[in-house]
């Protein structure tokens, strides 16, 4: 079993930066891949980026791609999410979540089995 705790959410204004962090529990945290959703209200939960159980895959929606950047650091049972240039359209809530799977990187919510609390993320215009 792996617990899962989110933190760095915040306000910021747009172009703003901020970095995410999902702190995880268990000595397994090496064996999953790890993943970043968000939701945002009256949407549904979307799929943000993956990382593969090395660090040495990465998976982004199309919609982040080029401005956030997923990373995990196996040692510290930590991954991270830095957010660039960020929009109003990035404000959500953002989720951790860990895939048992070995193979390809997923992005579908039912192939996660563990989901953190949520951070909220907030993009002023």
């Known amino acids: 079993q792996v617990q899962l705790v989110e933190s760095g959410g915040g306000l910021v204004q747009a172009g703003g930066s901020l970095r995410l962090s999902c702190a995880a529990s268990?000595?397994?945290?090496?064996?999953?891949?790890m993943g970043w959703f968000r939701q945002a209200p009256e949407k549904e939960r979307e799929f943000v980026a993956a990382?593969?159980?090395?660090?040495?895959?990465?998976y982004y929606a199309d919609s982040v791609k080029g401005r956030f950047t997923i990373s995990r650091d196996n040692a510290k049972n930590t991954v991270y999410l830095q957010m660039n240039s960020l929009k109003p359209e990035d404000t959500a809530v953002y989720y951790c979540?860990?895939?048992?799977?070995?193979?390809?990187?997923?992005?579908?919510?039912?192939?996660?089995?563990?989901w953190g609390q949520g951070t909220q993320v907030t993009v002023s215009s």
């Open positions: 268990g000595h397994t945290f090496s064996s999953y891949a």
């Open positions: 979540a860990a895939d048992p799977s070995l193979g390809l990187l997923r992005h579908g919510r039912r192939e996660y089995d563990y």
């Open positions: 990382i593969s159980w090395s660090g040495g895959t990465t």
